[in-house]
Structure formats: C-alpha cells, structure tokens
C-alpha cells in the first residue's frame, strides 16, 4: 500500500527502503532499458539529506501520474515503498513517488550511467563526486564507497567519466 503524502517535501523524509537480499536483477536488456528511458524522461539524481541531518546521501527519484509505471519500477529495483502526492487542486493528478537512496542508488547510478543522455550523466558525476569526499560522512559510508569501488571500477567508462 503507498504512502499518502501532502507535498514531495514530506515524501522526501519517508524512511528509505533498505531492505537486503530485496534487489532484483534484470531478466533482460530491454528491461535495463525501458527503465534508463523512463529515469531519463521523468526522474532526477541528486544528493540530499533528511531533515535533521547534515550528511548527504546519493538518491534518485521518479515521479509521474501513472501509478502502475511507477509500481513497475519499484519492483525491478527491488521493492521499494512508493507514495503519493495527493494536489489539493482536484483538476491536478496524483503524483506517484518512487525514492531509491544510499548503496543502492549509487549500484543503479553506476548500472545506467551509460545509457542515459549527457544531462543525467553530468547529474550521476556530480552526486557521486559529492559522495566520495570523505568529509561528512559516516566510517559506514566510506567503506561502502571502499567496496563499491572494488566491485564496480573495472569499466574504462566509469574511471573516466568519475574519477579524473
């Protein structure tokens, strides 16, 4: 069941989903790409943090009016909660929300870097450079950053277009 929310403000401080073991691998290309074309078209990657907090995490977001594209993503990205922001004008459609946040956003920014236009990639570059400066973040942070760039490192791609 979503989440029913006033504003993407309050959306915004809905407890991630992060549950393991919950990721979903694509069966198929089309899949991989279907998803690239529907963040390219609608989503935003971007750096945030809770209300409360200082430290910055990696995050994308997904919002549009169609409810079942949006529960579609959800579970290829491994189930995590959407929302719905309800407009207080009845002419305005439900905003459906889908957030996906910290090592799973980074494995997904990293999965679909290249697939996407010059704009979302130029975004990607500049969170994950924001993410891999040590300061402000947790030990738990930096070893995830230790460990997604031993497994993730090995395309020429992503040491040039991350690491300059």
């Known amino acids: 069941m979503p989440h029913r929310v006033n504003s993407l403000r309050s959306c915004a401080n809905l407890p991630l989903a992060e549950a393991a073991g919950t990721q979903r691998t694509f069966r198929t290309a089309a899949e991989l790409s279907w998803f690239a074309?529907?963040?390219?078209?609608?989503?935003?990657?971007?750096?945030?943090?809770?209300?409360?907090?200082?430290?910055?995490?990696?995050?994308?977001?997904?919002?549009?009016?169609?409810?079942?594209?949006?529960?579609?993503?959800?579970?290829?990205?491994?189930?995590?909660?959407?929302?719905?922001?309800?407009?207080?004008?009845r002419r305005y459609k439900t905003m459906w929300i889908l957030r996906v946040g910290?090592?799973?956003?980074?494995?997904?920014?990293?999965?679909?870097?290249?697939?996407?236009?010059?704009r979302r990639q130029q975004q990607i570059r500049r969170v994950l450079h924001a993410w891999r400066r040590p300061r402000g973040r947790s030990s738990a942070m930096r070893k995830q950053t230790s460990d997604a760039s031993q497994s993730c490192l090995s395309g020429e791609w992503l040491n040039a277009a991350f690491y300059p």
């Open 102 to 118: 910290d090592r799973r956003a980074v494995q997904w920014m990293m999965t679909l870097y290249p697939l996407l236009g010059t």
């Open 37 to 89: 074309g529907l963040l390219e078209g609608e989503g935003c990657f971007y750096s945030g943090a809770r209300s409360g907090q200082k430290v910055r995490r990696p995050m994308f977001i997904l919002a549009m009016a169609d409810q079942d594209v949006v529960e579609r993503a959800a579970r290829l990205v491994g189930g995590p909660r959407i929302c719905a922001k309800i407009p207080k004008n």
